[in-house]
């Protein structure tokens, strides 16, 4: 069946660095769209990143540019988020999603804490 499930989520000082993986299995990863979100307490889901199924564009929100790049590799079915220079307002749980023409599929979340 479909799955995405993310990983490398966890508690990091202002100013640190964490990568967030996604893996992908159940359905044709290299032609979907990834993206990743994040929902915040208190706050709706919204848009980080977003990567075509060819990894030959990206695109960010203004909150992470210049700080969080996202790539994948296709053969591993993974999609990636390296987040840098992390600050409180980047504390959420993060989520990877796939999409194609009629599909979406959402990962689980994995939480990223951002503390001194």
């Known amino acids: 069946q479909v799955q995405l499930v993310e990983s490398g989520g966890g508690l990091v000082q202002p100013g640190g660095s964490l990568r967030l993986s996604c893996a992908a299995s159940?359905?044709?990863?290299?032609?979907?769209?990834m993206k990743w979100y994040r929902q915040a307490p208190g706050k709706e889901r919204a848009f980080v990143a977003t990567?075509?199924?060819?990894?030959?564009?990206?695109n960010y929100a203004d909150s992470v540019k210049g700080r969080f790049t996202i790539s994948r590799d296709n053969a591993k079915m993974t999609v990636y988020l390296q987040m840098n220079s992390l600050q409180p307002e980047d504390m959420a749980v993060y989520y990877c999603?796939?999409?194609?023409?009629?599909?979406?599929?959402w990962g689980q979340g994995t939480q990223v804490t951002v503390s001194s």
């Open positions: 999603k796939a999409l194609s023409t009629g599909s979406t599929y």
């Open positions: 159940g359905f044709t990863f290299s032609s979907y769209v």
């Open positions: 990567i075509t199924s060819t990894g030959g564009s990206t």
